[in-house]
């Protein structure tokens, strides 16, 4: 609503801006874009520095008073993973440290095995309801941790097949179609 004629007159909101710089490093990245080759050289490292720089004692990247800071955590996780299995090793660490964090948040097999919001398996934090589980969340989670997989960093089997039962959980097919519910079977047309 706030942009209209191809100018954008709305404020924004500075409480995604770990995720959404984490997308266009990947659109850099995925071009074959590092601090080391390419066009963008400064650009990336800059960024990936930034992004780093983001990441606090336990791995999380982004501010975790953030709704659903998940997302902002899971994109940059793939990007830090994606950076070290191009070459930029001095990340590696970093990336490593991210996925630790997005393997906690990740909800135990009871519970679903997905990803919601927010890291609910911290002492104190609300329990996150059975089966509340997000594709949209878990979707990102998974890419980060393929790549981290690709970039030889340490990913269990375990968080693999509890995201596949979660995926698994809430796919539907009919009449050769088929369809990933967000939070349940049924939550979307297979039309």
């Known amino acids: 609503a706030c942009c209209r004629g191809g100018k954008c007159t709305g404020p924004g909101s500075t409480e995604y801006t770990v995720g959404v710089s984490g997308l266009a490093l990947l659109a850099y990245l995925s071009h074959g874009e590092t601090s080391h080759t390419g066009n963008y050289q400064e650009t990336v490292r800059r960024g990936l ?111 693999f097949s509890k995201a596949d039962a979660c995926l698994d959980a809430v796919y539907e097919a009919k009449d050769y179609k088929g369809v990933f519910g967000y939070l349940r079977k049924k939550n979307g047309s297979l039309g």
């Open 49 to 159: 520095a930034w992004l780093k720089g983001q990441q606090d004692s336990d791995g999380c990247v982004g501010p975790k008073q953030v709704e659903k800071h998940l997302y902002n955590h899971a994109i940059a996780t793939l990007v830090l993973a994606e950076a070290a299995g191009m070459g930029e090793y001095h990340l590696k660490d970093a990336a490593q440290k991210a996925v630790n964090y997005l393997l906690a948040c990740q909800n135990p097999a009871e519970k679903g095995g997905g990803w919601r919001y927010r890291n609910y398996n911290l002492a104190g934090a609300a329990p996150e309801q059975d089966g509340n589980n997000d594709t949209s969340v878990t979707g990102w989670a998974v890419m980060a941790l393929k790549s981290a997989r690709v970039a030889e960093l340490t990913v269990p089997d375990e968080a």
